[in-house]
């Protein structure tokens, strides 16, 4: 992938005041019930966070992956890429990824989220959102391979998305927004993934390409 040598981005706060919101050292604790969510805005710099965007925009080995519906093959709206420890496999949606080796930079990436996820992490999903058409869907990271409780932290480079949450079960709790800002840090842990969704919806603002990834521990 050919990129520019440099990428520049706005730093911007959530979007929308949330109850319950708590800030310590940069870290903002969303207390919404039944969950464990952690937001850092700017965990890493302008200057960090420009340099890891085109790095990982044009070495990662983005793939364009499909899901069956319907037994008709329907691409994902986003690239995707899967690295990792060797063996560590993971299949969500039916899509079996197999683990590439770790690169520099995301070993980088991975060296400074683990003190503050108390994780070592063996694994890390990327999405590439291309557009304002690209999204996922609302959805959980409950998949068997990632244990009980799983914690999941979340790393976000470009353009800014919204991130949004809502109860599995309570259909009386509000959703969550959340503005996911170049360089920002969101961790999931608890019962989190058991008992709330998750997703990136699509949009008709213009949006700048965003790189997004998902560090996890397979068990």
Not at 39 to 66: G, T, V
């Amino acid at each position: 992938m050919q990129t520019n040598s440099k990428f520049m981005y706005e730093q911007t706060s959530l979007g929308k005041s949330l109850e319950g919101l708590e800030e310590t050292n940069n870290q903002d604790i969303i207390a919404i019930p039944d969950a464990d969510v952690t937001f850092c805005r700017c965990l890493f710099s302008q200057e960090e966070s420009d340099e890891f965007f085109a790095e990982l925009y044009k070495n990662i080995n983005w793939k364009q992956e499909s899901i069956t519906i319907y037994g008709k093959p329907i691409p994902l709206p986003r690239l995707t890429a899967w690295y990792g420890d060797s063996g560590k496999s993971y299949t969500y949606s039916k899509i079996a990824m197999n683990p590439q080796p770790w690169t520099p930079t995301l070993l980088k990436i991975k060296s400074k989220i683990e003190s503050l996820a108390g994780v070592n992490f063996n694994s890390v999903l990327l999405n590439l959102y291309r557009n304002g058409s690209d999204s996922v869907a609302w959805h959980s990271d409950d998949e068997p391979e990632l244990g009980t409780n799983p914690v999941i932290a979340s790393v976000s480079f470009g353009g800014t998305r919204r991130f949004m949450f809502k109860h599995k079960y309570k259909k009386e709790l509000n959703k969550v927004e959340i503005y996911l800002t170049h360089g920002s840090f969101l961790i999931m842990k608890g019962t989190t993934q058991h008992l709330w969704q998750h997703q990136i919806p699509k949009t008709t603002n213009s949006v700048q390409l965003r790189i997004n990834l998902t560090f996890r521990l397979i068990v």
